[in-house]
Structure formats: C-alpha cells, structure tokens
C-alpha cells in the first residue's frame, strides 16, 4: 500500500470546548495518579530497585509525579547486554516492517495525544500549546522518520561498471544509548530513539531525571505498537553512574545525546576513548545548547519583530535551546524597541500551566531556579539594567518572571554563557553591521533571527550569520520537522539536523557490494 505524502501534524485549538474538555480531564486523571511506581524495563522484564527517583512537578514541588527507580552501573550493563543480544535479530527485520511499528506508533500517540500532554504540563511544566506542539513533533518524527527509512531501505543505483553489477545498502550501525533532554520531553526523546531504531539498531534509553514519566509514556506506546522486548531497553538513574557506564561501554556503537554543552562535551570525549574489547570508533550525535540572537534593525514594524521576540525569549520559561536569549538592536530605535519590549514582557501571565490562562509556567526545577537567578544577579552588576521581571514568582513552584535586561555589554556573562530560562539581553548596536558581528562573537551557532526589510541586509545575514538554523522576519523557536532540520554549529553541537533527510544516516553505515558477472 502506498504510504502517503508527509504532512506536519496539525496543533490542537483549545479555543474549542471539546478541546479543553479533553485536556482538563486528561490533566485531572494524571492528578489522580500522581505518586505510582514505574520500573527499569531491560529486555521486556520490569525491574525495581532499592534506590527510589522522585519525578517533581515544579509548579507544586511538594507534588511526586512518579516514582521510578535509580539504576546502578549493573543495571546498565545488564541493559547493554540485553540490547546487543536483541541487535542480532533486529538488524535482520526487514526494513518495512521496522517503518511499521512507527507508523503504528503515530497513530497510537494520537489517541494518547490529551495524555501526553498532560504528563508534559504536570512532569516539567509546558503550557497548553507548548506541550500539545511537543506532542505534535513527536508524532512528525516517527511519520518522517519511518518514510525517511523507506527511502533509505530501498535500491541505491551506483554507477554502472562493465563486466560488474554493484549496490549500495544501508545497514545498521549496532547498540546505541540515547540521552534525551526534559525540555522536549517527548518530542526530542521520541526523534532520537525512532530514528535509531527504525534503521535497526537496538537502544539503551536514559530518560532524564526530570522527565521519566514522560519517557515513561513513549514506552508504553512503543510496547502498544508491540515493539518487540529488547529493541528499547528503559533505564533510568543519575547521569553520572549510569550515563556514564554505557557510553564508556565498549558495546555501545553510538551515542545521541542533547543537552547542555558541558555534559555533550564530557560525553564526546569519554566516548573517543577506545575501551577494551571495543571494535569501532563510537559515533556520537550531540545537540548542545546555544546562546541565540535575533537582531532588530530600524526598517521594520518594531510592534511585530517586539512579539516574535517574546515569544522566542519566554516561550517555556526560555528553556528552549533554541530560545532568543539575546536581542540585538540598532540604536536608532533601541530605546522605543526596550520600551515595547518591557510592555510585552510584563504583561505575561505566569503561574501553574494546568491553568490554560497561564502564559509562563515554572523552571524545571529549584537548581535552575536559583542559577537563572544568579545569572540575572550578574547581568546588573556587570551593567545592565532590569526593565522586566528579575524576581520570583509564587513560592509554591519553581516560577521566575520574565526578565529583560538592557545595556548588556556584548561580551557581558549573561551574553555569553547559555541561562536556559526567561531572561533576555538587550544589546545596542551601532546599525546592522555592527549587529550581525555581535550576533556572531559566542561559542555557539544555533538559531538566530533578522528582522529588517533591506534585501541587502537579508543577504548578508544570509551569508553571514553563522547558525545552523536562521529565519528571516519571525521568531527564531518552532522548527517544524521536514521543514527545518535542526542542528547547530561550533559548541552547538554535531548539526545532526534533526527532523531532515540527513538524519537516518547518522544511525546507519553504507555497503558497497560489487559482484563480478561471467560473459
């Protein structure tokens, strides 16, 4: 049957009833939930340990999501060797087959789609929208990537040699450990482990610690579509143990991980080193975080490029590596552009997201709360001045108001060090090419954004702005998978760009086969 064309899927209008009917009831049967026990799950069998993990919900910290175990180095070697066993049965399920189960996993996520929301709103706090996007992509990964898989298991023409007949396959590359984030809970954890497992091979998943439930959720939907036991193998714990044992394991053949840079750059360097026993070189897939800027000249409408940068800088908190956390502005309208900046920002309504009125929700958790705060700390002893927000919200939760600083210095802390949260600098610039050199002068290259009518400056930002993912007049968040690729430059990370045509290959190694044929 021919597998239609690939549609991004559509976000949820809770402007309707049904639709907020819907998510309140999902939200309340999870409040009923709150505080179950969910196990290790290696090779199909449920484990429970003797060290417990708490998952938080930051908008209340005194509520316990879920329980869930804290695996030991044991357990991820014990993970490692159910995967690499699985592997030599998995990498032979033809390739069709493989696309299916994402395909029925795509479905299933559909019909869970109101649940899978709510455990984002709860579990890490997203709003409505945020969390229902979140769902959105991860249903787009599975459909992209499964027809992606398609492309890739079918005939490769290679030029023809007289006397010869030659191919090219595509084969899996063996056991993987996938470390997804918490801030696309479900989304970045359902691209990374799909996509490895669709092009056979078999995985080690190590949800984050602040995010289980929800990795929890894609578990239950991969075991739905009847996945069979061993191909996902679900181990949570600390990163430190666990993380570390299976990237140094000498089994592991390739690493996906996104997340801050400290650790990508931690997991990059014990990965290059050659453990006994191990056969290959590890491959290592990282998206590390940035430190993104959209820049504003005087040519545009400053009430619009003023929305798109809100959303960009306070969308979830800011906790999105591809957040605005720099906004860089001529002088010719810098003081009109704080001004509306200011309105916008102190306008956001912030509290609990189970309350579809709230804008903003909470910080992932207390630490982030008082680094966030310690970051806004600096940025005025080094200069800058608070325009909006820098102070706590309701003490019930992890809650920081948006904040904008302005007369951030280009090479101030908080220009140059990722905050993940909602806190923007604003910057003067001279006029646009002193702005586009500003843009450029951070260890990272993510996203970005230009706001100007000039099709000279568009060009040169075009040319110029050095990130793996720049748009043109909007907001520099909301990379739709196909559409987008996503993946950055420099300490942003290995571009893998996510959600594009290229992105199947980082799991897979060609073959070339030549036979020779008698006259």
Known sequence: MAVPKFKNEQVLDFTKPANRKKQAEAIAKLRSELGKEYPIVINGERIFTGRKLNSINPSRTNEIVGVFQSGDAALA???MDAATAKFEEWKKVPARKRVDYLFKAAKLMRKRRFECNAAMIIEVGKSWPEADADTAEAIDFLEFYAREMLRYGAEHPVVKVQGEKGKLVYI??????????WNFALAILTGMTSAAVVTGNTVVLKPS?????????????MEEAGLPAGVINFVTGPGGEVGDTLVKHPQTRFVSFTGSKEVGVHINQEAAKVQPGQRWLKRVVAEMGGKDSIVVDETVDLEDAATGVTASAFGFQGQKCSACSRVIVVEKVYDKFVGLLAKKANALTIGDPAD?????GPVINRKAQENILRY?????LEGGRIVAGGNRGDEAGCFIRPTVITDVDPQATISQEEIFGPVLAVIKARDFDHALEI?????FGLTGAVYTKNKKRLKKAEEEFFVGNLYFNRKCTGALVGAHPFGGFNMSGTDSKAGGKDYLLLFLQAKSIAEKIKK
């Open 77 to 79: 070697n014990k993970a």
């Open 172 to 181: 899996p590359l063996g056991v993987g450990v996938v470390v997804p984030p």
């Open 209 to 221: 610690s602040d995010s289980p439930y929800t990795g929890w959720k894609f578990l239950e939907i």
């Open 356 to 360: 579809q009125g709230n804008y903003m």
């Open 376 to 380: 806004v700390e600096t940025g005025v």
């Open 439 to 443: 843009a450029n002068n951070t260890e």
